[in-house]
């Protein structure tokens, strides 16, 4: 059974750091592309970060640019987005997602989503 499970979310101050992480089973991170989306209730979801199945193409949205990172480890079959210099704005649901290809700032298709993990950026 195809899976997507994030975790690593969580409270933390302006300026703090948290890394995300997607674990898949099911499939092999290996060829397929992930991409990291996160909606705040009342708002559109959109994409923060995506990665290609090679693991050579990266994309960012300009919100996020400088201050995240997302890579891939195919042996543990997982993805991370490593999060510094949060900002208030940060705060939302965080998701990853099976994805047709890597296309940031263009919208990406997504075909299976994990459920969710909070980021909360307060003092």
């Known amino acids: 059974q195809l899976q997507l499970v994030e975790s690593g979310g969580g409270l933390v101050q302006p300026g703090g750091s948290l890394r995300l992480s997607c674990a898949a089973s099911?499939?092999?991170?290996?060829?397929?592309?992930i991409g990291w989306f996160r909606q705040v209730p009342g708002k559109e979801r959109e994409g923060v970060s995506c990665?290609?199945?090679?693991?050579?193409?990266?994309n960012y949205a300009d919100s996020v640019k400088g201050r995240f990172t997302i890579s891939k480890d195919n042996s543990k079959n997982t993805v991370f987005l490593q999060m510094n210099y949060l900002k208030r704005e940060d705060t939302a649901i965080y998701y990853c997602?099976?994805?047709?290809?890597?296309?940031?700032?263009?919208?990406?298709?997504?075909?299976?989503w994990g459920q969710g993990t909070q980021v909360t950026v307060s003092s």
């Open positions: 997602a099976q994805i047709t290809a890597c296309l940031l700032p263009r919208p990406m298709e997504a075909h299976y």
């Open positions: 099911g499939f092999n991170l290996a060829y397929y592309a």
């Open positions: 990665i290609s199945s090679s693991g050579g193409t990266t």
